[in-house]
């Protein structure tokens, strides 16, 4: 039933095809975020829905009859499934969606409080198809929040690289720790492609699996590095730590490589192996060594490496007057992190005199699963109907939430020197501004955007 788009829906909703005012022909919905943690929002994994879900034949008559079943069962009743509905739907169309949807681009940077999707069905009998697929529409929240929020911490990191070391760098300064932190594959595979949209640098492979297969990315979207866990390091035993740390020495011999240091004591693995008895080879080695403090307070735990590292391996001052590790060793955060502790972090190195050259951060859980709906407030509100041929603006507006209040009519956007704004379309009158783009009409998918068009949209 996974796959059975009759039944992608909530159970309530499998109820609406009753509920509309009698003769009503067309139904037209909207997407927006409301507002939420940050004023804008990078608009990104609509396309990846229409080709997985909606494109093509998707309707059968064998899912139409096990939705049938699986109501009756679910409601104890026969009248409240659709089935008339439905199978009319599939003899007419062969499957396909009579549904238009219309779409900013994807990568985006639109400000909160305006239209980013239009949906309504495009024949009259199937009113009921419009609010029937906002279940399944209404979750490009999670791609888009996680674009957005990774934009912005993209944002943070910059700033700080421009106050006291190289803008250069920042594609590979937020790595991707949270394919097993997420609730599942389509997640991490759609939260990892949308944080690529900002940086280079993951560990999730699903969302490069995602970008190659839905948005045609034509180079690696995407890179690692060779990196030790704690149970490569701690099956040495404690004893032997300094071993474990030269077998990464070894195997590694060029290029980046990174290694958790704080199985026993993150200050002794810098003070007394990273910068003693590995010195040496730490310095002579051909590329970086990636010292991952992973335990303790974030802000303090990584001000003490770097005072221990630069102690002991060496630093210089750049030409911004912050210190900056010998280029053979830096470290990497990859636990508590999140937009707010990043933003710690960067202030108290640089307070310290350290520039953000010397670290990068690992994030985890934080980026691809702890955030929701309400992060960025997205909503899903029917905006307009056609009643017996007659236009009716719809809207709510709670007396005890105005931020619940909806739009009125159908929906166009416009971007005036970056100053973006919703507005009614004129029955019968063509918007040459609207920047809603047909993307999806009657099953078939009339827009496809690569990957490197909508990272560079996207761009800061």
């Known amino acids: 039933m996974l796959d059975n788009i009759a039944l992608q829906t909530d159970s309530y909703k499998l109820a609406h095809w009753k509920q509309y005012p009698p003769g009503t022909q067309y139904v037209h919905s909207y997407l927006e975020s409301r507002g939420g943690q940050f004023d804008n929002t990078v608009f990104f994994g609509l396309q990846y829905y229409l080709h997985r879900y909606l494109k093509g034949p998707v309707v059968f008559e064998d899912d139409i009859h096990e ?50 999707m239009t949906v309504e069905n495009t024949d009259p009998e199937f009113y009921w198809l419009t609010n029937y697929l906002e279940t399944l529409l209404l979750k490009v929240w999670y791609p888009t929040t996680v674009a957005t929020q990774s934009r912005e911490i993209k944002r943070s990191i910059l700033d700080a690289l421009e106050k006291s070391g190289d803008p250069a760098g920042i594609e590979f300064k937020l790595h991707d720790f949270g394919y097993r932190g997420v609730s599942s594959e389509e997640s991490a595979a759609l939260g990892a492609a949308a ?15 995602l970008l190659e297969n839905y948005y045609n990315a034509k180079e690696m979207p995407g890179f690692s590095i060779p990196a030790a866990e704690h149970s490569t390091i701690t099956s040495w035993g404690r004893e032997h730590e300094a071993d474990a740390f030269d077998n990464m020495l070894t195997q590694y011999p060029e290029g980046l490589v990174a290694v958790v240091s704080d199985s026993y004591n993150i200050y002794d693995a810098c003070e007394k192996l990273w910068g003693g008895v590995l010195r040496d080879k730490v310095i002579n080695r051909q590329g970086t060594v990636v010292v991952r403090p992973d335990s303790g307070d974030p802000v303090q735990t990584n001000l003490k490496v770097l005072d221990i590292l630069g102690k002991k391996l060496g630093y210089e001052t750049n030409a911004k007057g912050f210190k900056v590790l010998n280029p053979k060793i830096r470290i990497i955060q990859g636990d508590g992190v999140n937009y707010f502790s990043i933003r710690n972090i960067l202030a108290a190195l640089l307070a310290a005199g ?33 009643v017996n041929g007659e236009d009716r603006d719809v809207w709510k507006d709670p007396v005890g939430d105005t931020g619940k209040g909806s739009k009125r009519g159908r929906l166009a956007l416009h971007n005036a020197n970056g100053l973006w704004t919703t507005s009614q379309l004129k029955p019968s009158v063509i918007d040459p501004d609207d920047l809603l783009n047909t993307v999806f009409e009657n099953g078939e998918v009339l827009v496809n955007h690569n990957f490197e068009t909508i990272k560079e949209r996207a761009r800061l």
């Open 67 to 116: 939705a049938d079943d699986f109501c009756i069962r679910h409601f104890g009743t026969d009248t409240v499934f659709n089935l008339e509905g439905w199978l009319r739907l599939f003899h007419r169309y062969g499957g396909y969606l009579p549904i238009r949807i219309r779409a900013v681009d994807e990568g985006s940077v639109v400000s909160t409080g305006n239209v980013l």
């Open 195 to 209: 944080h690529l949209l900002n940086f280079k640098g993951t560990d999730t492979i699903p969302g490069i699996d």
């Open 354 to 386: 350290w520039s953000a050259d010397n670290i990068a951060f690992g994030m985890g859980g934080a980026l691809l699963q702890q955030l929701n709906r309400d992060t960025q407030m997205f909503a899903f509100k029917c905006s307009a109907v056609t």
